[in-house]
């Protein structure tokens, strides 16, 4: 029966990186609880929702933990009722003890509580990936990559495969992320250090989410491990495992643009168009599917909303550079806010075809790994 | 027809401090509106909730408003769609235009946003208090009185009388409050420096929670009107209306111990005693009317909560002093939790007359103007 003492803030740390596999929703109730499992090699927390497991070890040799481990095992808590009775202990280090009954007893200062626990064979056995590591990839970089293109899932379950991020290794060194919910479109490709096999998987949004949380490091480099149905994220100590979304991936390359079809291309200050984005959004605010009209002629660019409801906006915007044929068109302010806002570049070159046809926003100074396609909202 | 031009941060704070009196809960539409009325004196902003009314000036010479008014008179936004309009303009500077048919036009750097208005009659009238000031007491004072009281009011609409804070004035000087939602009750005199009107009004509790927002330099001193059926809080550009609650509280001097009962009198710690409270209270978490029980035997004093659900916790706790006879006492610990929150003496004295009657609660070193009741709950 388990037994150990330990600082009570390095405790929590690390449980709660494993508890972040547990979300709002239960899908089964053993799925509320928190597996800890004590071994010579620390404390390992491992949690699920069913789509993503995280396993966390909290090494016995933590600088932080000063871990005392007195006896060994495995046992289930409710995970959210456990965090908040730990955060409450009196003293900077608590004793736990399991006893009798799968019961939990935690001693801190003059305080002594004791909760029930659960035999850990309850709990459902998190599926392995015995396969050799895909690739591996500095954390940063890859948030920065799911940062640039997961704004653009779909969140309609109608068509699933678009509720992911569509990554593929090509050339077993660039890596690929692509989203769409076939009204806009990110694609970022980045150049990685090391080689590895190529693949294509769709990974689910919500993973996406929890990783950006759960690898706070984005120092650290992490190994990518796939099978057929899932995909797994690892450091030293976390495994960071998520199902994958099954299906086949739209072609997504067939929609960006041959460059030479493009009849205006402009060069536009990014954080005043984003801006003026905003303006132009709260005009349309509330009205599902509200666009903003912008049109450029000669030397000016205009940007107008007219909602006869609330009332009506009208707005200049200054051209850094202009080249092609004078355009006018209307589409979702809220896509350009998204698609603003993950540009990193002060500058964006936006390049038209037609009014009816999807336009591009790509970098200025880096038009090659990052292209944003938006589809215009045909009005009469 | 207004024109006027402004810096839009001053306009932006002092609209705020009005529009606090809209609530989520709209009762009726035109309540979701702001009044704006530009007179020579400058711009007043009027909002109110049907219940509370704020009345807020923007002087003509405020030094941070830069106001430059061209044209009187008043017209009805729609207030949070018009801030939300006003926080997004580009420049540090706007101008606010009215145009035919009780629209606004702002103008602000190269964005110019017309919005639509209504006449201004349409906005129910507040109804003006004429008497005299009853009192005049500073911001900070009337807001601690408030703090240390009003958090026991009661929230069942079954009493509505006990939803308010009683608030007299009582020998011309002295300021008292009580709240009681007839499990526990709190107690609060504090004596003014300047003289007053007797009186004795019911304050309803959201006009206290307003009040603490829209007041926000505790320096600062107001003088309280009343008449039948209102209580307006003024100063130089503020005026703050509430109703009062209706009907007569009940006498709660009655309620109060006789000091020769009490059996027990205990000198705790009072940070000490609220972190075991709220310790306890995760025990009884999730479970309505879950107490705790406190047990004082010779020199020690103990506090056990017993959940068969969920655990059970044991925590010794240090008696400062102890005078009188042992007793086992069961309570709700937030009671506790919500009554120690609010002392800001470090040492409490609490004092029991048997384990089925109120016991009270007073700061050790300012035990005349500070009582707080609570009531045991019956266990066996």
Chains 1, 2 share one sequence.
């Not at 405790?11 to 499992?37: C, E, H, T």
């Not at 004590?38 to 995280?54: K, L, M």
């Not at 995970?79 to 935690?106: C, H």
């Not at 991020?165 to 490709?189: E, M, W, Y």
Request: aromatic share 8%; charged share 20%.
């Amino acid at each position: 029966m388990i037994q150990f003492t330990i600082n009570k803030n390095a405790f929590l740390s690390a449980m709660r990186i494993a508890k972040q596999a547990i979300g709002s929703k239960i899908a089964i109730p053993v799925l509320s609880k928190l597996k800890i499992q004590v071994t010579s090699e620390g404390i390992h927390f491992t949690a699920s929702n069913g789509q993503i497991s995280i396993e966390k070890l909290l090494p016995a040799n933590d600088k932080d933990a000063g871990m005392l481990i007195d006896s060994e095992g495995a046992i289930l808590l409710e995970a959210n009722f456990f965090d908040s009775i730990v955060a409450q202990l009196p003293d900077i280090t608590f004793t736990f003890e399991e006893i009798e009954n799968y019961q939990v007893k935690l001693s801190s200062g003059k305080s002594e509580i004791t909760l029930k626990g659960q035999q850990p064979e309850l709990y459902p056995m998190i599926q392995q990936i015995t396969a050799k590591p895909s690739t591996k990839i500095a954390v940063g970089e890859l948030k920065e990559l799911f940062n640039e293109t997961a704004f653009a899932v779909s969140t309609q379950e109608s068509r699933p495969i678009l509720t992911g991020v569509n990554i593929q290794l090509i050339d077993h060194q660039n890596l690929q992320a692509v989203a769409t919910d076939s009204h806009r479109l990110s694609q970022r490709r980045i150049k990685l250090e090391s080689f590895g096999e190529d693949f294509q998987v769709v990974v689910p949004n919500r993973a996406i989410n929890s990783f950006r949380s759960v690898f706070s490091n984005d120092e650290d480099t992490i190994s990518v491990f796939l099978n057929a149905t899932q995909i797994l994220f690892k450091n030293s100590t976390i495994n960071f495992y998520s199902r994958l979304v099954e299906g086949n991936y739209p072609d997504t390359d067939r929609l960006i643009p041959d460059p030479s079809l493009y009849s205006l291309n402009l060069i536009l200050d990014v954080a005043d168009f984003l801006h003026a984005m905003n303006r132009a959004k709260l005009l349309t605010a509330g009205l599902q599917g509200g666009t903003v009209k912008l049109s450029v002629h000669d030397d000016k660019l205009m940007l107008t909303v007219n909602t006869p409801e609330v009332g009506s906006s009208f707005e200049e915007l200054t051209m850094l550079e202009k080249s092609g044929q004078d355009i006018e068109i209307s589409f979702n302010p809220q896509f350009l806010i998204d698609a603003l806002r993950v540009l990193k570049e002060p500058k964006v070159k936006i390049s038209f075809i037609s009014n009816v046809r999807p336009f591009t926003l790509v970098p200025k100074d880096d038009s090659e790994n990052f292209i944003q396609l938006i589809t215009p909202v045909r009005t009469n």
